[in-house]
Every structure is written in structure tokens, then in C-alpha cells.
């Protein structure tokens, strides 16, 4: 007896590359185009917020640079501005304390930086206010009238250089530029 389309069915009917025309094959091209569909906006649903945070955000970028009026600082006096998210701190030294930043210059034993170097104009010290051990902000006060930071104990003196404690680098000074004799620009 010969095997006639009748009697048995063709052995393409039961492969995965059946053709078109077959019910089941196209249900199973349905579901696995649909699961790919749902993986793929599923993915895009994870990556796009996840991009976006490695980005700047808008208040971020709007303080890519701050201008500081002096006149808003008196003599002797620090005052703290927010520049990229971080505290700056600007200080308008006296000269007797311009003297005891200078004096310290010798004795500064953590990372040795002569005041002259961290300052553009005697008078006026601008350095970021975060601690470079763990990030913290140091308060005004302390041994050497400079800041000590509360979580530590590290100090810094007069020119913001590191004296004591586990910090092991100087408070940083951001960039920044004299626009005038009463405005900086930081950044």
C-alpha cells in the first residue's frame, strides 16, 4: 500500500518551519513575536530611567557656575554658598588672620601647600566645604581658628589645609575667577 497525503500527514507538518498556512505553527510565530515585543519595551522600560540618572539634572546643570557678591561677606567673616550641589565656603580673611595662615605655612604637616597657592587674593580664601575623608562638612572652629570636621575629627586650618585627623588631603579649591573687586565666578 503506497503512503498517500490522505492516509498519513507529511512529516512538515510537525517541524517548527511548517508553513504558513498551518494553525499551530502561526500561534507559535504569534506568542514568540508578542514575548519578544513585551521583552523588548520591557527592556527600554528599565534603560530609559536608568540613563537618565547618569545625567546631570537641571538645577544641576544651572549651577554649573555661581557669580558671589563679596559685599555679602563682612570682614572677618565666612558665609557658604551652594555651587554643583556642594558647599563653598568663602571667607574674608582679616590680616591678622592673612598672618596666621601665612605663619602656618610651616607648621601645615598633613599635605604641605603655602597659603599663597590656595588663594588668589590674600583677603579672600575659597575652598569647597567637604571633608576629604568621608565627604563630610566641616564646621568653623577648632584648633587653629580654621574648621573641624564633627564626624572624625579632622582639622583644617586657617588656609583650609588639613592639620589632624584621618583626612588625608586639603579642603579642595573649586575654580574660580575675580570678575570685578565684589563678584567671583565659581566654576
Same mark, same amino acid.
Given at each position: 500500500?503506497?503512503?498517500? /497525503?490522505?492516509?498519513? $500527514?507529511?512529516? +512538515?507538518?510537525?517541524?517548527?518551519?511548517? /508553513?504558513?498556512?498551518? /494553525?499551530?505553527?502561526?500561534?507559535?510565530?504569534?506568542?514568540?513575536?508578542?514575548?519578544?515585543?513585551?521583552?523588548?519595551?520591557?527592556?527600554?522600560?528599565?534603560?530609559?530611567?536608568?540613563?537618565?540618572?547618569?545625567?546631570? &539634572?537641571?538645577?544641576?546643570?544651572?549651577?554649573?557656575?555661581?557669580?558671589?557678591?563679596?559685599?555679602?561677606?563682612?570682614?572677618? &567673616?565666612?558665609?557658604?554658598?551652594? !555651587? %554643583?550641589? #556642594? $558647599?563653598?565656603?568663602?571667607?574674608?580673611?582679616?590680616?591678622?588672620?592673612?598672618?596666621?595662615? #601665612?605663619?602656618?605655612?610651616?607648621? &601645615?604637616?598633613?599635605?604641605?601647600?603655602?597659603?599663597?597657592?590656595?588663594? %588668589? #587674593? $590674600?583677603? !579672600?580664601?575659597?575652598?569647597?566645604?567637604?571633608? +576629604?575623608?568621608?565627604?563630610?562638612?566641616?564646621?568653623?572652629?577648632?584648633? +587653629?581658628?580654621?574648621?573641624?570636621? /564633627?564626624?572624625?575629627?579632622?582639622?583644617?586650618?586657617? &588656609?583650609?589645609?588639613?592639620?589632624?585627623?584621618?583626612?588625608? #588631603?586639603?579642603?579642595?579649591?573649586?575654580?574660580? %575667577?575675580?570678575?570685578?573687586?565684589?563678584?567671583?565666578?565659581?566654576?
Amino acid at each position: 500500500m503506497e503512503n498517500t /497525503p490522505n492516509n498519513h $500527514p507529511p512529516s +512538515s507538518l510537525l517541524d517548527d518551519d511548517a /508553513p504558513i498556512g498551518n /494553525p499551530a505553527a502561526e500561534r507559535r510565530q504569534l506568542l514568540i513575536n508578542t514575548t519578544t515585543a513585551f521583552a523588548v519595551a520591557g527592556a527600554a522600560c528599565v534603560a530609559v530611567p536608568f540613563l537618565r540618572t547618569m545625567s546631570p &539634572s537641571r538645577a544641576t546643570e544651572a549651577l554649573a557656575t555661581v557669580d558671589i557678591n563679596l559685599a555679602e561677606v563682612p570682614l572677618g &567673616s565666612m558665609k557658604t554658598f551652594l !555651587w %554643583q550641589g #556642594k $558647599p563653598v565656603f568663602v571667607w574674608h580673611r582679616t590680616p591678622a588672620q592673612i598672618a596666621t595662615a #601665612k605663619a602656618q605655612d610651616a607648621t &601645615s604637616t598633613m599635605q604641605a601647600q603655602p597659603d599663597a597657592e590656595r588663594v %588668589q #587674593k $590674600p583677603e !579672600w580664601l575659597v575652598v569647597l566645604g567637604i571633608c +576629604s575623608h568621608l565627604g563630610c562638612v566641616p564646621m568653623q572652629g577648632g584648633k +587653629s581658628d580654621g574648621w573641624l570636621c /564633627p564626624c572624625h575629627g579632622s582639622q583644617f586650618d586657617l &588656609s583650609g589645609r588639613v592639620t589632624q585627623g584621618p583626612a588625608g #588631603k586639603n579642603l579642595d579649591v573649586p575654580p574660580y %575667577q575675580f570678575l570685578n573687586e565684589t563678584t567671583i565666578r565659581v566654576g
